[in-house]
């Protein structure tokens, strides 16, 4: 067997083994057969909706609100708890969806950094569920990233339900004048994805010819990204920008799409060191832009600590201090601590903010994963989303 038939085994197989890791979590691997089957309590329900547990009984009561799901545990028949649908509808009816206030533009939150295994795909993920679970309407992109992390999280594997034209790939180069043909849903009713797949790595090689040619549109390379989030994102308050780990044209698009930088990056000191190459790439690009005229964005950039591990020995506590000495206050307060619900979430193809009971490993891990993931997608919305809408109606 030569090397071309291997890989053509390796292919065929790691294809089968996805569709099969599907099939056994939900039924089928098709997008279509995923459903969030988390309940919320009608405590949880309450804070989530911003009411008391009494305003949503009168509710119940009154018919502003349909009957509670009830089951029966032993002889007691009881509250089954809430879907997400559920609660958002609970949030119509009393007034309290956390949308932009009118008039002021989605913000576009960047999750970059050049480093492999940096949790850029799992911040990215987590954020966007979290704030389409928190009621906001989220659009996560997978620009520029071939290996289509984001993509697999929701359901869409890359080459098999996701190919070249459902991609970015088609506006990068000119073919499309918006970017409506690749949104697909999720089973998140906040949420909506542009998904990616392998093609996507052709705008390194295919996006400068083009535009060499005039053959843009008119659009400067480096922002083929923002235009293409502006051309869609009416119908949304966040979109979050899942990037390649690379320095290239992709990258420096993500960086000029984005109002918000965030810049995950592992306790550890060769990571440590891969931030400030990032941060030289990130001067050149900006440095580059000005002196050649053309359209410069600065986002608010910041640092967010991943991998911080409490183990006796672990550098990161060290590490962590010098980030916090060298970037000041780029770093955000909170950190991503070492957590295997990661790894355990992506075989399962589900996050810790989607897994109902049956679906944890353990309730110790999954509430120590919550209590990991929640605090960093809060600070990262109160810090750097709202205010950029200057507190109308974003309370």
Not at 83 to 90: L, R
Request: hydrophobic share 40%.
């Amino acid at each position: 067997m030569n090397l071309l038939e291997r890989l053509d085994v390796c292919l065929s197989r790691g294809a089968a083994m996805t569709k099969l890791i599907a099939e056994d979590m939900f039924g089928d691997d098709s997008p279509d057969s995923r459903a969030i089957t988390r309940r919320w309590g009608i405590q949880e329900a309450a804070l989530m909706v911003g009411v008391s547990q009494p305003t949503i009984r009168n509710a119940e009561d009154d018919g502003r609100l349909p009957p509670p799901d009830m089951v029966k545990k032993g002889r007691i028949e009881q509250r089954d708890g809430y879907t997400i649908q559920q609660i958002n509808t609970m949030r119509e009816v009393f007034g309290t969806l956390p949308y932009r206030p009118e008039g002021e533009d989605p913000v576009v939150v960047g999750i970059a950094q050049h480093k492999g295994g940096a949790f850029k795909t799992a911040t990215a993920v987590h954020l966007a569920q979290k704030l389409a679970l928190d009621g906001l309407r989220v659009l996560l992109c997978d620009a520029n990233d071939p290996q289509a992390t984001a993509s697999l999280y929701h359901g869409y594997v890359p080459d098999l339900h996701i190919h070249a034209d459902d991609t970015l790939l088609p506006f990068y180069l000119g073919q499309r004048t918006d970017a409506m043909y690749a949104i697909k849903p999720t089973c998140w009713p906040n949420l909506d994805i542009i998904p990616s797949c392998l093609a996507i790595h052709r705008i390194e090689s295919e996006v400068m010819p083009l535009h060499d040619k005039n053959m843009l549109g008119g659009i400067a390379p480096q922002m083929l990204l923002r235009s293409a989030i502006e051309s869609v994102w009416d119908g949304y308050d966040v979109v979050i920008i899942d990037s390649a780990p690379s320095l290239g044209i992709g990258a420096a698009n993500v960086v000029c799409a984005s109002d918000v930088l965030v810049i995950p990056t592992p306790a550890e000191l060769y990571d440590y060191a891969s931030a400030n190459q990032f941060f030289a790439m990130l001067r050149d690009l900006m440095a580059a832009l000005m002196a050649d005229g053309g359209d410069v964005f600065e986002p608010d950039v910041r640092v967010l600590i991943t991998k911080y591990s409490l183990a006796s020995g672990s550098q990161s506590e060290m590490m962590a201090e010098n980030m916090r000495k060298a970037f000041g206050d780029m770093v955000l307060d909170e950190v991503v601590r070492v957590t295997d619900e990661v790894g355990k979430g992506q075989l399962k193809m589900r996050t810790v903010f989607e897994q109902a009971a049956n679906q944890r490993s353990s309730s110790r891990a999954w509430n120590n994963a919550i209590k990991i993931w929640e605090p960093v997608c809060s600070e990262i919305f109160n810090k750097l989303i709202k205010p950029r809408w200057n507190n109308k109606g974003a309370e």
